[in-house]
């Protein structure tokens, strides 16, 4: 049974840093576009990030290009997110998500979720 496992998230003053992994269980990571998704309360769901199955292409929201790196480590079965420069508005439940080669910045193409992990940035 495929599953995602989230970690990392945590409470974070403003203009600091955080790592979320997420750790894949019951799929082979290598076969997935893997990407990074958040939920703010009362909004949404959006995209963050996304990254190819090879790691050669990542793709970013422009709220998070510039301040945020996706990368993956396919033989560990791991997907990361380095968040820098951290903004009050960067506060929600974040989400890694595994689809296929078509899977882009809609959450509905992705087939595999995590459960979430919890980021707040105090102003």
């Known amino acids: 049974q495929a599953q995602l496992v989230e970690s990392g998230g945590g409470l974070v003053q403003a203009g600091g840093s955080l790592t979320l992994s997420c750790a894949g269980s019951?799929?082979?990571?290598?076969?997935?576009?893997l990407a990074w998704f958040r939920q703010a309360p009362g909004k949404e769901r959006e995209f963050v990030a996304r990254?190819?199955?090879?790691?050669?292409?990542?793709y970013y929201a422009n709220s998070v290009k510039g301040r945020f790196t996706v990368s993956r480590d396919n033989p560990g079965n791991r997907l990361s997110l380095q968040m820098n420069s951290l903004k009050p508005e960067d506060t929600g439940v974040y989400y890694c998500?595994?689809?296929?080669?078509?899977?882009?910045?809609?959450?509905?193409?992705?087939?595999?979720w995590g459960q979430g992990t919890q980021v707040t940035v105090s102003s």
């Open positions: 998500a595994a689809g296929d080669t078509y899977s882009d910045y809609d959450s509905s193409t992705y087939d595999y």
């Open positions: 990254i190819s199955w090879s790691g050669a292409t990542t």
């Open positions: 019951g799929l082979t990571f290598l076969n997935y576009a």
